[in-house]
């Protein structure tokens, strides 16, 4: 199953740059390839629009199909990067987030946040793209913890809105909706980078 989903009916442009606001919302705020979010990598403004088949490709320019959204470091490593066509058959290609779930089918996520090449397409990917680099090994071992929190997290919440309901001392009720908050916030922080 692909990763993402592409918006259809679209108008035509001309112009690649002014389908961000529809690559946005397709690619879920997320870079195609590393799937960081906008929000962990510090906005919209670290990201960019990808060509998919190189500029070269002059025909797919602004082809809606043609165009993925990138972080700035994942679309400045594959750049015009693209597999001789004698490699394509061998599996000596990219792999098309919008087609497949590439952490799926072609690469396998190990403890320490770095990435096993599951097929010849998951190590070319990994390896133009340069998927291991220090950052995304830090990231994802991060979101790992993060998402093993979460059930954690929320659990002790339930818990503490349980005994908030049942304190009749104002003090201590107020000191246990204060780390209701604290939880919540910390949960939905988590939730909106991650998730």
């Not at 693209?82 to 098309?96: C, L, T, Y």
């Not at 929190?149 to 107020?174: Q, R, Y």
Request: aromatic share 12%; net charge neutral.
């Amino acid at each position: 199953m692909a990763q993402f989903s592409r918006s259809e009916n679209l108008s035509v442009f001309d112009d690649y740059r002014k389908y961000v606001p529809w690559l946005r919302l397709d690619f879920m705020y997320r870079c195609a390839y590393c799937e960081r979010k906008e929000l962990c990598i510090g906005g919209e403004e670290f990201f960019a629009v990808d060509h998919f088949k190189p500029r070269r490709f002059i025909d797919l320019l602004a082809k809606y199909e043609n165009l993925y959204y990138s972080c700035r470091k994942c679309n400045e490593y594959k750049h015009d990067t693209w597999p001789a066509e004698e490699g394509i058959p061998k599996g000596i290609r990219f792999s098309d987030p919008c087609a497949e779930d590439m952490y799926v089918v072609h690469l396998s996520e190990r403890q320490d946040g770095k990435l096993d090449a599951l097929t010849e397409c998951g190590r070319y990917t990994r390896d133009h793209i340069r998927l291991e680099r220090p950052v995304l090994a830090e990231w994802r071992r991060t979101r790992r913890t993060a998402l093993e929190d979460i059930p954690v997290l929320e659990a002790a919440l339930a818990g503490l809105e349980l005994l908030a309901s049942l304190e009749t001392d104002d003090l201590k009720k107020h000191s246990s909706l204060r780390q209701i908050e604290a939880l919540r916030r910390r949960i939905e922080m988590d939730r909106a980078r991650f998730l």
